[in-house]
Nanobody, 126 residues
Framework: QVQLVESGGDTVQAGGSLRLSCAAS????????MGWFRQAPGKEREFVAA????????YYSDSVKGRFTISRDNAKNTVYLQMNSLKPEDTAVYYC???????????????????WGQGTQVTVSS
């Protein structure tokens, strides 16, 4: 049984930082590219960042590029999202997801991911 468990969500002031973690179990972690998505109230779930199976390649949405960093530790079956210079518009539930697809063009779409975590709330106050 595959499980993805996010942690690290919190309430922070604008300009602050948070580090999200996603611990995976029940799958061969190094065989999956990992993504972070977020969903704000009343909005659709949107792509934030993704990382290749080896961690050599990373991908970001324009809205977080330069502020967020995705990384992974395959020995710990964990993917991270370091979020700096947080803005109120970053407020959302953040989800991690796993895909067995190899092509990076697939990483941006929610329907390309086979497994999802339950989400962790990030709130940025102004």
């Amino acid at each position: 049984q595959v499980q993805l468990v996010e942690s690290g969500g919190d309430t922070v002031q604008a300009g602050g930082s948070l580090r999200l973690s996603c611990a995976a179990s029940g799958l061969t972690f190094s065989s999956y590219a990992m993504g972070w998505f977020r969903q704000a109230p009343g909005k659709e779930r949107e792509f934030v960042a993704a990382i290749s199976r080896s961690g050599d390649s990373t991908y970001y949405s324009d809205s977080v590029k330069g502020r967020f960093t995705i990384s992974r530790d395959n020995a710990k079956n964990t993917v991270y999202l370091q979020m700096n210079s947080l803005k109120p518009e970053d407020t959302a539930v953040y989800y991690c997801a796993a895909t067995g697809l190899r092509y990076s063009s697939f990483y941006y779409s929610t329907d390309r991911y086979a497994y999802w975590g339950q989400g962790t709330q990030v709130t940025v106050s102004s």
